[in-house]
T-cell receptor, first 112, second 113 residues
Framework: NAGVTQTPKFQVLKTGQSMTLQCAQD?????MYWYRQDPGMGLRLIYY???????DKGEVPNGYNVSRLNKREFSLRLESAAPSQTSVYFC???????????FGPGTRLTVT | DQQVKQNSPSLSVQEGRISILNCDYT??????FLWYKKYPAEGPTFLIS?????DKNEDGRFTVFLNKSAKHLSLHIVPSQPGDSAVYFC????????????FGTGTRLTIIP
């Protein structure tokens, strides 16, 4: 069991470039989440998917889009990266909404 | 507006002693609370939780206390071990089953051998 995997681990983008962060879980969980962690801010929810086929905005959704590709995979897309999106991004999953969440190892993104 | 606050960014404790990590919240609608532990270059891992209908929950060396009237919770680790050195996040939910977790800013715990 790999749990929650994220790719890539590190990425450097120039302002205006686009990229997709990939996340997959092998625990047959229904719910998946994307968070960002900034210094002094804790983790903040960007988007979540309570079940396959549904997505909803979290606390800080602006500048991001998501796709729940299937039950296993939940991707996060930055269409036009900005320096303010420099952060560490965590994907998480849970059996159902509200259950304890299992986190991936994170993607460290730098936008210059 | 930080609804979940961890006012101590760091804490150092001697091995074998008690570690007490504190968390305050402002939203009285929160009724389920969780603690996560995070090692460098890894994602957070769930540690322990407590519902607002309880004032204490224990799991081995870890105990979480909830004081609803003070909007305060604390995590006690007894005895502290070197492997406990990590960043600890407090998180809160409005209604168990709600997808949205609100996290605190974290406390870095260092256990001194």
């Amino acid at each position: 069991n790999a749990g929650v995997t994220q790719t890539p681990k590190f990425q450097v983008l120039k302002t205006g470039q686009s990229m997709t962060l990939q996340c997959a879980q092998d625990m047959n969980h229904n719910s998946m989440y994307w968070y960002r962690q900034d210094p002094g801010m804790g983790l903040r929810l960007i988007y979540y998917s309570a079940s396959e086929g549904t997505t909803d905005k979290g606390e800080v959704p602006n500048g991001y889009n998501v796709s729940r590709l299937n039950k296993r995979e939940f991707s996060l897309r930055l269409e036009s990266a900005a320096p303010s999106q420099t952060s560490v991004y965590f994907c998480a999953s849970s059996e159902t909404s509200g259950e304890k969440q299992y986190f991936g190892p994170g993607t460290r993104l730098t936008v210059t | 507006d930080q609804q979940v606050k961890q006012n101590s960014p760091s804490l150092s404790v001697q091995e074998g002693r008690i570690s007490i990590l504190n968390c305050d919240y402002t939203n009285s609608m929160f009724d389920y609370f969780l603690w996560y532990k995070k090692y460098p270059a890894e994602g957070p891992t769930f540690l322990i939780s407590i519902s607002s209908i309880k004032d204490k929950n224990e799991d081995g060396r870890f105990t979480v206390f909830l004081n609803k009237s003070a909007k305060h919770l604390s995590l006690h680790i007894v005895p502290s071990q070197p492997g406990d050195s990590a960043v600890y996040f407090c998180a809160a939910q409005i209604n168990f089953g709600n997808e949205k977790l609100t996290f605190g800013t974290g406390t870095r715990l260092t256990i001194i051998p």
